[in-house]
T-cell receptor
Framework: EAGVVQSPRYKIIEKKQPVAFWCNPI?????LYWYRQNLGQGPELLIR????????DSQLPKDRFSAERLKGVDSTLKIQPAELGDSAVYLC?????????FGSGTRLTVV | QKEVEQNSGPLSVPEGAIASLNCTYS??????FFWYRQYSGKSPELIMF????GDKEDGRFTAQLNKASQYVSLLIRDSQPSDSATYLC??????????FGTGTSLTVIP
């Protein structure tokens, strides 16, 4: 089992530029979460998908963040335009019932 | 008020001792709770989950849940230096939202 695959691992961009993160979940995992984790903090929920439906995006800053999950499998998270405060690790997690598995994350640095 | 509260620590224990990590939650309807371990620069990895009142043991780890007090804990027996990490408590609330605490940093001193 390949696990949750995220790319890229690292991304450095200038502020106001767009950026996208990609997540490939474990096969058969219907629930997919995107989290943002700042240094020294726990992961903060951004959006949750059940299959292809975004069932909870209440904490996604919709003015600049967007997400999609095509055909209920891969998901992308986009920021446009990026701000300095968006620098963080973006984590994707997927699961079936109990026990959510995280990908390795994308460390974003906005300069 | 955060959904899940943890003492951020840091917590230091000598090798071989019992490390006790604690967590409280605000949503009384939350049913399931999880403990994750996160090494510096790595993503969280699941250690245990618990959804019934009482204790659940897995090797050196014991999770405890007290729904009346809205309290979850993780005990690590015979602590090893390799247990040094940040431990994240997470809960699945009534809205099926998976919320994390801020984490407790544990250092096991050889």
């Amino acid at each position: 089992e390949a696990g949750v695959v995220q790319s890229p691992r690292y991304k450095i961009i200038e502020k106001k530029q767009p950026v996208a993160f990609w997540c490939n979940p474990i096969s058969g995992h219907n629930t997919l979460y995107w989290y943002r984790q700042n240094l020294g903090q726990g992961p903060e929920l951004l959006i949750r998908y059940e299959n292809e439906e975004a069932v909870d995006d209440s904490q996604l800053p919709k003015d600049r963040f967007s997400a999609e999950r095509l055909k209920g499998v891969d998901s992308t998270l986009k920021i446009q335009p990026a701000e300095l405060g968006d620098s963080a690790v973006y984590l994707c997690a997927t699961g079936v019932n109990y026990g959510y598995t995280f990908g390795s994350g994308t460390r974003l640095t906005v300069v | 008020q955060k959904e899940v509260e943890q003492n951020s620590g840091p917590l230091s224990v000598p090798e071989g001792a019992i490390a006790s990590l604690n967590c409280t939650y605000s949503d009384r309807g939350s049913q399931s709770f999880f403990w994750y371990r996160q090494y510096s620069g790595k993503s969280p990895e699941l250690i245990m989950f618990i959804y019934s009142n009482g204790d659940k043991e897995d090797g050196r780890f014991t999770a405890q849940l007290n729904k009346a007090s809205q309290y979850v804990s993780l005990l690590i027996r015979d602590s090893q230096p390799s247990d040094s990490a940040t431990y994240l408590c997470a809960g699945l609330n009534t809205g099926n939202q998976f919320y994390f605490g801020t984490g407790t940093s544990l250092t096991v001193i050889p």
